[in-house]
């Protein structure tokens, strides 16, 4: 009986924390149906005005643009290394392993600002080799993520390996397979749903990056998280709200596809558990 109390309270109590944080976000729903010239509540009248002047602004297409190549590009090289790392700390399983993923792992415990302005002074001497990988580039902006980016892709690549059965790995080995074979052949085909879900996290956590860009960037490059700053702070403007539900929209999109992602991997390792408890001896 205290065990149930004590699991309806903890998930009541859990509820009311979500709704706190979500409240903040669902408020700018309804405010940018507003058909007035200024943020404000409806007031009865819903109108698409904001929606239909987002399309029609060039400049703001060009930042959603813009965003997507970001993300994209972020998304497809951090998985990559994420992977890449990943796979290298599982083959090696020694006491050194724990202190490259301490290593890698460090952006995460430094603050945002602290970051962006390393990133800053980076890229700014960068550019004087490379002008194309500097300061105020795409390509700069790219690299700004993948660091930022690349930790979460890590640590949800190892759980993914952490998952994978070692003797799969060591009878491919012993049936005469290269290294090479068994990570392409036998592990890399189990991690499929961890690599899709690092994919997706990687591609969400750039899409929607702002501190560090607010940095790294000034003219040419103007993502749509820096637009969005840029709206609220020179010109409060409806239009503001509009793309920021269409952002959150996005985010939440992806979001979705990787939870099912971990929905679907948790039930096929169930389905395997189940299999092998059940096989004959």
């Known amino acids: 009986m205290n065990t149930h109390k004590t699991g309806l309270s903890t998930r009541l109590l859990a509820t009311v924390a979500m709704a706190f944080m979500l409240f903040p976000l669902l408020t700018v729903i309804p405010v940018s149906f507003t058909s007035k010239r200024y943020l404000s509540m409806p007031n009865g009248n819903w109108s698409l005005r904001h929606y239909e002047a987002l399309l029609g602004n060039p400049e703001w297409m060009a930042s959603i643009l813009q965003s997507l190549g970001i993300a994209f590009a972020t998304s497809l090289i951090a998985t990559a290394l994420a992977v890449s790392f990943s796979l290298g700390i599982w083959y090696l399983r020694s006491r050194l392993a724990t202190v490259l993923i301490g290593l890698v792992l460090l952006p995460m415990a430094i603050p ?37 980016v690349v930790p979460y892709g890590v640590v949800t690549m190892l759980v993914a390996l952490s998952q994978i059965d070692r003797r799969i790995e060591l009878a491919s080995r012993n049936l005469g397979a290269s290294l090479m074979q068994t990570t392409f052949l036998v592990v890399m085909p189990n991690l499929k749903l961890g690599i899709a879900s690092t994919a997706l996290l990687s591609f969400a956590l750039s899409w929607e990056e702002v501190a560090v860009t607010l940095f790294i960037t000034s003219v040419d490059v103007n993502t749509l998280p820096r637009r969005i700053w840029g709206g609220l702070r020179d010109n409060v403007d409806p239009s503001v709200a509009a793309i920021s539900v269409l952002l959150i929209g996005v985010t939440l999109l992806v979001l979705c596809a990787r939870l099912l992602l971990q929905y679907l991997a948790t039930r096929r390792a169930r389905e395997a558990a189940t299999r092998a408890a059940t096989a004959p001896a």
Do not use: K
Request: net charge negative; aromatic share 10%; no cysteine.
């Open 112 to 148: 945002p600002v602290i970051s962006a302005l390393v990133l800053y002074f980076m890229e700014t001497n960068l550019g004087r080799i490379a002008p194309g990988f500097g300061y105020d580039t795409i390509p700069g902006v790219i690299i700004a993520h993948v660091v930022m």
